[in-house]
C-alpha cells in the first residue's frame, strides 16, 4: 500500500511538473531555470526527502526540498529514463548532496536504479522562477 501510495504521490509530481511550462523546449526551459540559478554550490543539505522535483531534459533536474527552497542540479552527462520515470531518488552522504559525489537515481518500477552523476548544483530563486514561468504561461496563452 506505501508503494501505490508512493507512486501515486511522484505521478501527481510528475504531471504538476510537466504542466508548469508546456510550451518551452528542454532548452528553454533549462535556460529559464539557469537563469534563475545563483553560483554554483559544492553541496545542500539533505534528509532524505523532497517536495517535489522537475526534469529539465536528460541533464538537469530541479529538486525542491521546501516549497521555498529549490536546486537546480545539472548532470555530467545524459540521464537516461530521466523524463519518463515516476520517481527519483538522490544519494548523499550524512545528510549533504554534492556535486561530483553524489547522483540523481532513475527509479523505473522494479528495474534497478540507474545514478546519473550530479555535476554542479546551483540554488534556485524559487520566487523569481515562478513568476518567470507564470510570465511564460501567460504568453503562450495570449496574456499579457
Known sequence: MKTLLSMLLASTLVLAACASTPSMSDNQKLALYRAHAGVPVSSFHYFGRFDSWTDIGDRAVAIWTRPSEGW?????????????????????????????????????????????TIQTIRRLDTKALRQA???????????T
Not at 520515470?85 to 528495474?111: C, K, W, Y
Not at 514561468?133 to 496574456?143: C, F, H, I, T
Open 72 to 116: 537546480l542540479l545539472e548532470l555530467s552527462g545524459p540521464c537516461s529514463g530521466l523524463a519518463f520515470t515516476p520517481e527519483i531518488g538522490l544519494t548523499s552522504q550524512n545528510g549533504t548532496v554534492s556535486a561530483r559525489f553524489d547522483h540523481v537515481l532513475v527509479r523505473n518500477g522494479g528495474m534497478p536504479e540507474f545514478p546519473c
Open 133 to 143: 514561468e507564470r510570465s511564460a504561461r501567460d504568453q503562450a496563452s495570449g496574456g
